[in-house]
């Protein structure tokens, strides 16, 4: 059974940083691209960035810099640092699977999403 799990999420204040972490179960990252994903209240989803099945990265233009993906391949980890968190940044997270060699960015092209990590930017 093909499962996501994040965490990592919580409350830090503007300025500050955070790791998520998505572990993935029943598949491996050789065959699956992962994207991060936000949704902030009354927003709709949001990719942040994406790793292909083949290691290539990509990224949201509001990331500018601040935020980078890695893959441990021998762990089945997917991780999100993020740095210089603004209030903006303030979200619901969530890792999803998508079965491609690179990356789409359209949350309807990934079957399997984790439950979600909420980030709380604020002082």
């Known amino acids: 059974q093909l499962q996501l799990v994040e965490s990592g999420g919580g409350l830090v204040q503007p300025g500050g940083s955070l790791r998520l972490s998505c572990a993935v179960f029943?598949?491996?990252?050789?065959?699956?691209?992962i994207g991060w994903f936000r949704q902030a209240p009354g927003k709709d989803y949001e990719v942040v960035s994406c790793?292909?099945?083949?290691?290539?990265?990509n990224y949201a233009d509001f990331v500018g810099g601040r935020f980078t993906i890695s893959r441990d391949k021998a762990k089945n980890t997917v991780d999100l640092q993020m740095n210089s968190l603004k209030p903006e940044d303030t979200a619901v997270y969530f890792c999803?699977?998508?079965?491609?060699?690179?990356?789409?960015?359209?949350?309807?092209?990934?079957?399997?999403w984790g439950q979600g990590t909420q980030v709380t930017v604020s002082s």
């Open positions: 999803a699977a998508e079965r491609s060699v690179y990356c789409s960015g359209a949350p309807f092209s990934f079957d399997y």
């Open positions: 790793i292909s099945s083949v290691g290539i990265t």
């Open positions: 029943g598949f491996t990252l050789d065959s699956y691209s």
